[in-house]
């Protein structure tokens, strides 16, 4: 695989190679399965793969989040080198090549980046968009590939495609997990091992959560996920919520939810220091 840090070197060798389609994985490194699933699935449908490898400032909304994110491109170099072929691509960007003056566009995503995730952590999805939208320019990928576990950038970046124009095809793989059933994400390797000992309960809870649905109201389903979590020492539950996954409404009452349309628990807890997010998709029937 190749290693490009400038945008020439990126545009340098996709001339080169005229391969097609072109696919697309974005990151911010600490590279796990998850993201070696997104590998994978471009794999199976790309001539050639480009993966970013970039934390992006203007999406934490947390300055010490930001600093203490973890970095470790020497191993994240090493996988990828065993599941890229020659003809792909790492793209290691610096901060001024992303963003060689400061991005002061401002999205509107509407409702989408009000609820859950947008409301927790104000400016984070303005940051996605900015870098997303920069780095599909520079790349110009046939397909990008997204991880289920971000449900709603999931959904951002589709509006921020819709809005764009811009002709790429998003696609969305399932979240790959722990053995106990926590997602995969870079953040995991900061849980203590005593909150990480119990970080499964949040998949198994949600997962219950979505039979409870099938014969109790969604107020009560919220008050058992929030008092299962909470008894965890250090666990609190930020949000749970039951959403559709286009327009992003939160749904208060069952008889809301319509039959046909897919709809997700989505959950955010704070584990000690460390935030976790998850969902999983409601089967009501
Ligand atoms: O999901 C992520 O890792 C990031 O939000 C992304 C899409 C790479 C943008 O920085």
């Given amino acids: 695989m190749k290693i490009a840090k400038s945008i020439v070197e990126l545009k340098d060798h996709y001339n080169r190679m005229k391969l097609k389609p072109s696919g697309f994985v974005p990151t911010m490194g600490a590279l796990h399965e998850g993201h070696l699933s997104l590998v994978s699935a471009a794999r ?54 992303i963003y060689p003056e400061p991005d002061k566009r401002v999205f509107n995503f509407g409702n989408l980046d009000k609820v859950m995730e947008g409301a927790q952590r104000p400016g984070h999805f303005n940051g996605v968009a900015q870098v997303v939208s920069r780095l599909f320019d520079i790349v110009k990928p046939d397909n990008a590939y997204f991880g289920q576990k971000d449900f709603q950038q999931l959904t951002i970046v589709r509006e921020l495609v819709r809005q ?31 909150i990480r000992k119990n970080a499964g309960a949040i998949f198994t ?81």
């Fill in 44 to 97: 199976k449908e790309c001539g050639i793969i480009t993966v970013s490898i970039f934390v992006n400032p203007t999406q934490f909304n947390d300055k010490d989040d930001l600093k203490n994110y973890p970095r470790t491109i020497d191993e994240d170099l090493g996988l990828l080198s065993d599941h890229l072929s020659e003809n792909d691509i790492v793209f290691v960007p610096s901060v001024e090549e």
């Fill in 205 to 285: 809870t949600i997962s219950k959560s979505s039979e409870l649905l099938k014969t109790m109201e969604i107020e009560n389903v919220k008050k058992y996920v929030f008092n299962n979590i909470n008894l965890l020492p250090e666990f609190n539950v930020e949000y749970f919520e039951i959403t559709d996954n286009i327009e992003l409404n939160l749904v208060k009452r069952k008889s809301q939810m319509k039959k046909g349309n897919k709809y997700f628990a989505c959950i955010a807890v704070k584990a000690g220091k460390i935030r976790l997010i998850d969902n999983v998709e409601i089967q009501l029937l």
């Fill in 164 to 194: 764009t124009g811009n002709k790429v095809k998003i696609i969305s793989c399932p979240i790959v997990r722990e053995d106990d059933g926590l997602a995969m994400s870079s953040r995991n390797q900061l849980l203590e091992p005593s």
